[in-house]
């Protein structure tokens, strides 16, 4: 039945598609509730949600206290009654998850990205780990709602093309529609977002969707990234500029920036920034444990750079706390622009201790001009499936959340 709450709907659907919305978010939860939020009677209440029952889209989870009479039903969505794939391809990795319609991951398989990754192999790695996943789990084909994919290179969302194909590494992915390859392949819906914005949909959906309806997720790796929720709702944003948050200007006298400007928040607190600075200050003669452990400066890479700062390396705790402090200063201005009410704080960089730490308390302190607004600046407790879950909730989503309240 949830596959056909997409399109026209009939009254009793609508109401239906509402029900089900609204037990997936507040589930465990009772008639009373539910009946209160949208307004239907009790009586109609009951009658669609037997409805619901019989289709196996919910079922009481038998939790209710009894304040003396019947024990209430608390009702809860079936996370089996359908399953749905989370798809992310990057350069380094690409995986594919198998998951309930509570975003829990069944199963995961992850292909290695290197020289014989095509795009037609890499797609086919994806076709069949939906054939073998559905039949290792004994799961029917009818079953499966659909592909969800998740990109961190930009992608031009009208044609489903890679824009920057040289990033990986093998070739292939020229003018190759990533989408209409697994459509025509599964017969099944299949969606495709920006992988930040994908994560900050998952860490809602599954974290914090009773709290807030306004929340931002941001990350450093390579790019810095943010991904927004606002009125509980993914804002979709152009593809291609899925980095404009590392080109956020931090010192307007500041260092020069790939993109030609200067001072952007890229040319501070990104990986690569971080790791120029460590080179420039070990060629000034500073002393670090890395002048023992790498014999020529330009070989420093960002482990080299883990590995000190786990040691307590002077110069890599001031880079990366100098690194940080900027962080926290773009972090500022996206809080004063968006005004969130949670921060989640991921990718590789933002959640390490310290940097979160100086990037935290920076932001906060630039807020207390606004003692009120009580912002959370929260480290990610999500490991490396946070966008293929995002990208699994983009499926389930399209079904259910259009019409939400
Ligand atoms: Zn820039």
Redesign the pocket.
Known sequence: MLKQFTGLLSPKTKNLKLLYSLIRKLGPVRINTLSEITGYKHVTCTRLLDELVQEGLIYDSGIGESSGGRKPLMYVIKPDAYYLIGVEITNLYTTVLLLDLKLDIVDVEKLRMDSQCTGEYTLNFVSRCVDELLSKHNIQREKLLGIGMGVLDPIDKETGVFLNPLLFPAGGWDNLNIVDYLQQYHNSPVFIDNGTNLAALAEYRKNYWKETDNLVFVSSDMGIRCGTILQGRLVRQNMEMDDTL??MVVDIHGRR???G?YG?L??YSSLPAIRNEVVRRLKRGHNSILQDSVKDTEDTDFHHILNALEQEDPLCLDVLKDAAYYFGVGLSNLILLLRPDIVVCGGTLVPKPLFYEVASETAQNRLLHYPKSQVQIIKSIAAYNIVAQGAGCMVLDFFTEEILP
């Open positions: 590392g080109h920036c790939l993109c400007s952007c890229q040319a």
